[in-house]
């Protein structure tokens, strides 16, 4: 089956250090693409930064950045200088294509940065 | 300003009634989707149409209708046959070109609780 499994329910930071959150997938496809959304309290899922499974570099956005290991099928989120804002549900996401392009989410890992 | 316009936020629905939240893009994306969230889990997808005149069932349609007349949207109707249907609702699109990334873009979402 193809899964996205987040095994960090909550994480906690303190306002201007580095945190890793973690994101392991399943899939027998060579091509998709990975994606990590926050949600803050609003509700309204944002996206942080998306990563091509065809592309050996790793994506960087500004202080978001991932590490991406397709032979360990692994994808992790690293925040740096974390801000106040920053405190949200951060959920992994996966598209392995085929008719749907649908996204397989993970159940999400609250972050919670501290003053 | 371009984006997806879900309606209404908020809907509070009485035992046996049928109701529908409204979806609306001006993105001129193809492909349109419902998901739904429950707390402490991910998104699931309700239904998804990739063109106008046609959709699919995603992985949890059962008590759930779509229709999509229009490409701008993609109203989900929340039938008396959904056993239980108090959750968070998103509709999300896509654009048909690879350069997005298959990127999938989100509305602001709307609650619905049944009373």
């Known amino acids: 089956a193809q899964t996205v499994t987040q095994s960090q329910p909550e994480m906690s930071v303190q306002e201007a250090e580095t945190v890793t959150l973690s994101c392991t997938y399943d899939?027998?496809?060579?091509?998709?693409?990975l994606f990590w959304y926050k949600q803050p309290p609003s509700r309204q899922m944002i996206l942080v930064i998306r990563q091509e499974a065809y592309k050996q570099q790793n994506a960087t956005e500004n202080r978001f950045s991932v590490n991406f290991q397709k032979a360990a099928k692994s994808f992790s989120l690293k925040i740096s200088d974390s801000q106040l804002g920053d405190t949200a549900m951060y959920f992994c996401?996966?598209?392995?294509?085929?008719?749907?392009?649908?996204?397989?989410f993970g159940t999400g890992t609250l972050l919670a940065v501290q003053p | 300003d371009g984006g997806i316009t879900q309606s209404p936020k908020y809907l509070f629905r009485k035992e046996g009634q049928n109701v529908t939240l409204s979806c609306e893009q001006n993105?001129?994306?193809?492909?349109m989707y419902w998901y739904r969230q429950d707390p402490g889990q991910g998104l699931r997808l309700i239904y998804y149409?990739?063109?106008?005149?046609?959709?699919q069932k995603g992985d949890i349609a059962e008590g759930y209708s779509v229709s999509r007349e229009k490409k701008e949207s993609f109203p989900l109707t929340v039938t008396s046959a959904q056993k239980n249907p108090t959750a968070f609702y998103l509709c999300?699109?896509?654009?048909?070109?690879?350069?997005?990334?298959?990127?999938?873009?989100f509305g602001e979402g709307s609650w619905l609780t049944v009373v």
């Open positions: 149409s990739q063109i106008v005149n046609d959709f």
């Open positions: 899939t027998s496809e060579n091509n998709y693409y």
């Open positions: 993105l001129n994306h193809d492909a």
């Open positions: 999300a699109s896509r654009p048909r070109d690879r350069g997005s990334g298959n990127t999938i873009y």
């Open positions: 996401a996966a598209n392995y294509g085929g008719a749907t392009n649908k996204l397989i």
